[in-house]
């Protein structure tokens, strides 16, 4: 036995046991407990028992946590770099990257090789917890590329996508920069919270020294169903959303409105099959909201509030019909709804893969509700797909008058990482 | 028909499906979905799958969310009363019990009578979602009784319980009043946090002009087991909490550690079969921690990481020998471990019932994580059972380096209701 062992008599009863288990099942290589202390997760005998051994693959022609199903929980960074040479970049890819395929898997962050006398490579709160489903998707801002003062920061700038430039100022935006941009992001979306906190700091810790996070937003509830397997989640209004989000198994739609295609972008031909994330914190006025009538409530939305059926008739999935009229011959769906202004027949046929989340960060000095929704969406060009939309939806939308844009971003999400290399390894080869 | 209906064709419908429906399972009565806009929770075919159709009564001699196995999630809210009149004040807590009830059986806050002319009867975003083992527990802070000129506010202060005061200031404490006190609080656990949230928002609505949210804390994993059937749940520094809980099945332990008895205080026998809620956010540094070496970290707690087992071996539940002693004759287990420092033997025997979360609240301006554990423990006497512990731990615990306690309350939470009467009512008549 090693000093260590003598001195802590339950190290070796635990490396044994750890290194005689199976995991959460066969996604997990026995190799990555082979050696260190043991500190691995998902021990048979004390996983505290949350469902959820479900496991993506991290490595692929795209990354996961795009058309994946939308796990329940999140957790979102922006991270600003403080690494100022494109080599401590990669290295920090690099490092996120390894650290990204073994967490996804339900493994630890990094192997353990060290001993009683260093920290443990993993910060531990996630042993025992199963995988949860967790992915882990990685952004570039158009910050990454050129700084405030355009210059060149890690010799990427001439492949900056042509479509990642800031968002706009939308009208009515209200934006605070310490919710806003960033060099990098990381989502992590997980069925349990808790695997996804513990992704974030755990990918924070690595970045130490070279990248801090800028923001961060948890999120508690799925907005949005990116599968035909889900059910439709509702929002803090009450409502269903995302009725007519893409589906992931409508592989047309994903290539036509998702992915992004070679020959999209000449200069930027690193990102096919690759997405845009367009990231929206939306703070939602729920007491006015809620002292709102449901005629109201439902005119705005311009769907009903049990099914989430469009007020010209039939169930959640039927099409609204823009041209029925009820009394008055007013029409049913009034052309300053939410659903009609972002419909795809309104928009020159553009469609998003929404992704977002509810969230509540606690209350304001009124007590009110600090709360709303996160909004995600990848969409292959933001400046046809969202910024089009958006601009109309501030201008018209009935809804604007219960919202408040607080943070904005958007971000290059590259094609997955291949086995072997790095994410983003396309961007710098 | 009626004109709402003629003019939104999809109500008929929906309240017709929502009527014939079964809902959570026999806990739900059909006499709750009589009238009113049908706008039900838990539809038979669009229930959004995540499990969770437990439940637990709100009536009886305890209140739930005590002993209750604690849940995956916590919405805790303090509010300040606005009201002015006792009258009000009780009309508030029997609005809550009534809505408290509704809830934690999988129903939306309240019957849903009005019309579509008017505001909902509740907010609907768990509409669809099952009960998901919803807890609402109610407790009186000590402004309640008199304010901070010491006038009696509502007539109780002849009946204030001798160990509801405000907590003491212990050493390091670094409280931000804005995270401390209250006049009343709602604890909402339950396993979706969607629900909790829920829970919390409709109850702040139902408040509306009686009271105000002062502050909230969501919690994202519990860190504590109250329930022999849970495993052990670890906190953010990566290691098994709670170990030594309290447990429900233990009910000799729960008449002594946790439930007020008759005679306890004769100026408060109100309180009898209640308990006093402590309630102490806690940040955790956790990028101080996370550098710390594994062997400190284990010293500091006094157990292991893997298994939380206790250094002087065995295993997680194996009591602590303080005598056992290593190498160079130095205890096993250090005389400033927080296993030791907060173990009943050196505390007199005191126990406590543990019912801590997890949180993270985004991050610092330096890009740290505002993180850490918001400690809820319910007691029978603050003054023997929690004080004098954390002034133990305050002065001498080893881990006290790595923590800051930023909020501080301490709550009365009353016996349950019975059915037909409000939360409380034991101390207004």
Same mark, same amino acid.
């Given at each position: 036995?090693?000093?260590?062992?003598?001195?802590?008599?339950?190290?070796g009863?635990?490396?044994? #046991?750890?290194?005689?288990?199976?995991?959460?099942?066969?996604?997990?290589?026995?190799?990555?407990?082979?050696?260190?202390?043991?500190?691995?997760?998902?021990?048979?005998?004390?996983?505290?028992?949350?469902? +959820?051994? #479900?496991?993506?693959?991290?490595?692929?022609?795209?990354?996961?946590?795009?058309?994946?199903?939308?796990?329940?929980?999140?957790?979102?960074?922006?991270?600003?770099?403080?690494?100022?040479?494109?080599e401590?970049?990669?290295?920090?890819?690099?490092?996120?990257?390894?650290?990204?395929?073994?967490?996804?898997?339900g493994?630890?962050?990094?192997?353990?090789?060290?001993?009683?006398?260093?920290?443990?490579?993993?910060?531990?709160?996630?042993?025992?917890?199963?995988?949860?489903?967790?992915?882990?998707?990685? +952004?570039?801002?158009?910050?990454?590329?050129?700084?405030?003062?355009? =210059?060149?920061?890690?010799?990427?700038?001439?492949?900056?996508? =042509?479509?990642?430039?800031?968002?706009?100022?939308?009208?009515?935006?209200?934006?605070?920069p310490?919710?806003?941009?960033?060099?990098?992001?990381?989502?992590?979306?997980a069925?349990?919270?808790?695997?996804?906190?513990?992704? /974030?700091?755990?990918?924070?810790?690595?970045?130490?020294?070279?990248?801090e996070?800028?923001?961060?937003?948890?999120?508690?509830?799925?907005?949005?169903?990116?599968?035909?397997?889900?059910?439709?989640?509702?929002?803090?209004?009450?409502? =269903?959303?995302?009725?007519a989000?893409? =589906?992931?198994?409508?592989?047309?739609?994903?290539?036509?409105?998702?992915?992004?295609?070679?020959?999209?972008d000449?200069?930027?031909?690193?990102?096919?099959?690759?997405?845009?994330?367009?990231?929206?914190? /939306?703070?939602?006025?729920?007491?006015?909201?809620?002292?709102?009538s449901?005629?109201?409530?439902?005119? /705005?939305?311009?769907?009903?509030?049990?099914?989430?059926?469009?007020?010209?008739? +039939?169930?959640?999935?039927?099409?609204?019909?823009?041209?029925?009229?009820?009394?008055?011959?007013?029409?049913? /769906?009034?052309?300053?709804s939410?659903?009609?202004?972002?419909?795809?027949?309104?928009?020159?046929?553009?469609?998003?893969?929404?992704?977002?989340?509810?969230?509540?960060?606690?209350?304001?000095?009124?007590?009110?509700?600090?709360?709303?929704?996160?909004?995600?969406?990848?969409?292959?060009?933001?400046?046809?797909?969202?910024?089009?939309?958006?601009?109309?939806?501030?201008q018209?939308?009935?809804?604007?008058?219960?919202?408040?844009h607080?943070g904005?971003?958007?971000?290059?999400?590259?094609?997955?990482?291949?086995?072997? +290399?790095?994410?983003?390894?396309?961007?710098?080869?």
């Open positions: 036995m090693t000093d260590e062992q003598q001195e802590n008599p339950r190290a009863v635990s490396r044994r #046991r750890l290194l005689g288990i199976t995991g959460t099942g066969a996604a997990v290589g026995a190799a990555t407990f082979a050696g260190g202390l043991g500190l691995g997760r998902a021990t048979a005998d004390d996983s505290v028992p949350q469902g +959820g051994s #479900r496991t993506y693959p991290f490595y692929g022609g795209h990354q996961s946590g795009v058309v994946t199903p939308a796990q329940d929980r999140l957790h979102f960074a922006a991270f600003d770099v403080t690494a100022t040479t494109r401590d970049l990669i290295t920090l890819l690099q490092a996120w990257t390894l650290a990204a395929a073994e967490m996804t898997q493994r630890p962050a990094q192997a353990d090789e060290t001993s009683y006398d260093a920290p443990p490579a993993d910060t531990g709160e996630a042993d025992g917890l199963p995988a949860s489903g967790l992915t882990l998707t990685f +952004g570039f801002g158009p910050s990454l590329f050129r700084d405030a003062q355009g =210059k060149d920061r890690f010799g990427i700038a001439a492949r900056q996508p =042509k479509e990642l430039a800031r968002l706009p100022h939308f009208p009515a935006d209200k934006l605070d310490s919710r806003s941009d960033g060099d990098l992001c990381v989502q992590a979306c069925d349990d919270p808790q695997v996804a906190v513990h992704a /974030i700091r755990n990918l924070s810790r690595i970045a130490f020294g070279s990248a996070i800028r923001w961060a937003q948890l999120g508690f509830g799925r907005t949005s169903s990116t599968s035909t397997s889900q059910a439709t989640p509702r929002n803090l209004f009450g409502f =269903k959303d995302g009725t989000n893409l =589906k992931a198994e409508n592989a047309g739609d994903l290539d036509q409105h998702v992915w992004v295609a070679r020959g999209d000449p200069r930027a031909e690193w990102m096919t099959g690759g997405s845009y994330l367009v990231a929206r914190r /939306i703070n939602m006025h729920l007491e006015t909201w809620d002292r709102t449901l005629r109201e409530q439902e005119a /705005i939305v311009g769907r009903d509030r049990p099914q989430g059926a469009p007020l010209s008739g +039939g169930t959640e999935f039927t099409e609204p019909d823009f041209a029925a009229k009820g009394r008055g011959n007013e029409p049913l /769906i009034s052309a300053t939410h659903v009609q202004l972002a419909h795809p027949t309104r928009n020159g046929g553009a469609k998003m893969l929404r992704r977002g989340y509810n969230f509540t960060d606690g209350n304001d000095a009124l007590g009110r509700l600090d709360a709303g929704l996160f909004f995600l969406a990848y969409v292959r060009r933001p400046s046809t797909q969202y910024i089009p939309m958006q601009n109309r939806l501030a018209h939308d009935g809804m604007m008058e219960y919202l408040q607080t904005s971003a958007l971000f290059a999400v590259p094609p997955g990482a291949r086995a072997g +290399g790095y994410v983003g390894e396309v961007l710098f080869t």
